[in-house]
């Protein structure tokens, strides 16, 4: 076991095998260190992820990111972001199998790019922990427990590695589902996961998925759905509540609704792609009251607009906000809402705020 010893000007680490030379700590090293000690548990699960995670869906996307393309350069900022994430304490990383799809003209799969970085990575840092959430498709053609036990088997694959920390549904099946629950507990119990979630899930869908692995004495650890300060359906369709009565924790993706409340984008400067068909300039006009009072707020607290907007997620508490980091400065600046909290006030000003805009349309697979 290695031993912390601290003095005003540097740490020296030494464990009973060697003894590490002295170096010096910079500011961010604390920050890092602080985010590693704030981990929470995921649910009623063992598994202890850090407060912020990042989604992997941009890495290798082709058919809704990156303008279509994808190229060396934006490997270079994918792989910039992980490990930018990791230098700031964030061991988080989300991912599926079909983001990155290998049907898409160009595309590399998600998962394929996730476990390379984790391979460099631990090139140079062997004691590296990461904790790694995946997902099942569920695709009309998989049928049975079996077919989660093979997708997996073939994420695990494209990952490089032996077991998954958090393996997801990412929507609810059409049919199948009980086959698709049995198929998670399987997962646990052949130990090649270490905690399930589902993804999409309603209030009705949710209760009856930990119902039916808690007979297996299985905790049911997350639910993905899309959550942010304009798109509040967990909060309106009871699956906040639920989660929360359950022991169930709320991963929320889309957490800056794709980049639309860092208030980079204005009724003159809409989104690009098929986000420019959501985030209309009609839709920007009305949001801009709400974004410019979320600056003032961060003016006062020197954070961004970005970083707010996670935080007021994260003070709602057992919530998990997985923004995207495309590149290493957003995966910096979105450490950067860690470690401190708006206040209860503001929480409640931006919420009523955003409640005069009418949010936009969510994934309709949510209401199944």
């Given at each position: 076991?290695?031993?912390?010893?601290?003095?005003?000007?540097?740490?020296?680490?030494?464990?009973?095998?060697?003894?590490?030379?002295?170096?010096?700590?910079?500011?961010?090293?604390?920050?890092?260190?602080?985010?590693?000690?704030?981990?929470?548990?995921?649910?009623?699960?063992?598994?202890?992820?850090?407060?912020?995670?990042?989604?992997?869906?941009?890495?290798?996307?082709?058919?809704?990111?990156?303008?279509?393309?994808?190229?060396?350069?934006?490997?270079?900022?994918?792989?910039?972001?992980?490990?930018?994430?990791?230098?700031?304490?964030?061991?988080?990383?989300?991912?599926?199998?079909?983001?990155?799809?290998?049907?898409?003209?160009?595309?590399?799969?998600?998962?394929?790019?996730?476990?390379?970085?984790?391979?460099?990575?631990?090139?140079?840092?062997?004691?590296?922990?990461?904790?790694?959430?995946?997902?099942?498709?569920?695709?009309?053609?998989?049928?049975?427990?079996?077919?989660?036990?093979?997708?997996?088997?073939?994420?695990?694959?494209?990952?490089?590695?032996?077991?998954?920390?958090?393996?997801?549904?990412?929507?609810?099946?059409?049919?199948?589902?009980?086959?698709?629950?049995?198929?998670?507990?399987?997962?646990?119990?052949?130990?090649?996961?270490?905690?399930?979630?589902?993804?999409?899930?309603?209030?009705?869908?949710?209760?009856?998925?930990?119902?039916?692995?808690?007979?297996?004495?299985?905790?049911?650890?997350?639910?993905?759905?899309?959550?942010?300060?304009?798109?509040?359906?967990?909060?309106?369709?009871?699956?906040?509540?639920?989660?929360?009565?359950?022991?169930?924790?709320l991963i929320a993706y889309s957490p800056i609704a794709q980049g639309v409340l860092t208030g980079k984008y204005t009724p003159d400067n809409p989104p690009t792609g098929?986000?420019?068909?959501?985030?209309?300039?009609?839709?920007?006009?009305?949001?801009?009251?709400?974004?410019?009072?979320?600056?003032?707020?961060?003016?006062?607290?020197?954070?961004?607009?970005?970083?707010?907007?996670?935080?007021?997620?994260?003070?709602?508490?057992?919530?998990?906000?997985?923004?995207?980091?495309?590149?290493?400065?957003?995966?910096?600046?979105?450490?950067?809402?860690?470690?401190?909290?708006?206040?209860?006030?503001?929480?409640?000003?931006?919420?009523?705020?955003?409640?005069?805009?009418?949010?936009?349309?969510?994934?309709?697979?949510?209401?199944?």
């Amino acid at each position: 076991m290695a031993m912390l010893h601290v003095s005003s000007a540097c740490y020296c680490v030494v464990s009973q095998r060697r003894a590490h030379r002295i170096r010096g700590v910079a500011s961010e090293d604390f920050a890092r260190l602080k985010v590693e000690e704030e981990k929470v548990k995921l649910g009623g699960s063992d598994l202890r992820v850090t407060k912020l995670g990042i989604g992997a869906w941009s890495w290798g996307d082709t058919s809704y990111w990156n303008n279509f393309e994808w190229d060396d350069r934006k490997l270079k900022a994918a792989k910039a972001a992980f490990d930018a994430s990791i230098d700031s304490g964030i061991t988080f990383f989300d991912t599926a199998e079909v983001y990155g799809s290998r049907f898409s003209m160009g595309a590399i799969n998600s998962e394929t790019l996730l476990g390379r970085f984790i391979r460099d990575r631990k090139e140079k840092d062997p004691e590296l922990d990461v904790a790694v959430a995946t997902k099942f498709a569920a695709l009309p053609w998989r049928l049975g427990r079996q077919s989660v036990i093979t997708a997996l088997k073939d994420s695990l694959c494209r990952l490089g590695l032996s077991s998954v920390d958090l393996y997801q549904l990412h929507w609810p099946g059409i049919w199948g589902n009980e086959g698709y629950i049995d198929g998670l507990g399987d997962a646990v119990e052949q130990g090649l996961v270490k905690a399930v979630g589902v993804s999409n899930y309603s209030e009705k869908r949710l209760r009856e998925a930990h119902e039916k692995l808690i007979k297996r004495g299985i905790p049911l650890a997350s639910n993905q759905v899309n959550y942010s300060l304009i798109y509040r359906a967990p909060e309106e369709n009871g699956v906040k509540a639920t989660c929360d009565e359950l022991g169930i924790t709320l991963i929320a993706y889309s957490p800056i609704a794709q980049g639309v409340l860092t208030g980079k984008y204005t009724p003159d400067n809409p989104p690009t792609g098929p986000r420019g068909r959501i985030y209309t300039p009609d839709f920007l006009t009305r949001l801009q009251p709400l974004l410019n009072r979320i600056k003032e707020i961060g003016d006062n607290y020197s954070k961004s607009p970005t970083q707010v907007v996670l935080n007021w997620l994260i003070a709602q508490e057992n919530v998990v906000p997985i923004p995207g980091a495309k590149n290493a400065e957003q995966a910096e600046e979105f450490a950067g809402a860690l470690g401190w909290r708006i206040s209860d006030e503001e929480i409640s000003e931006l919420r009523s705020l955003a409640s005069e805009i009418k949010p936009v349309v969510g994934f309709p697979v949510e209401k199944l």
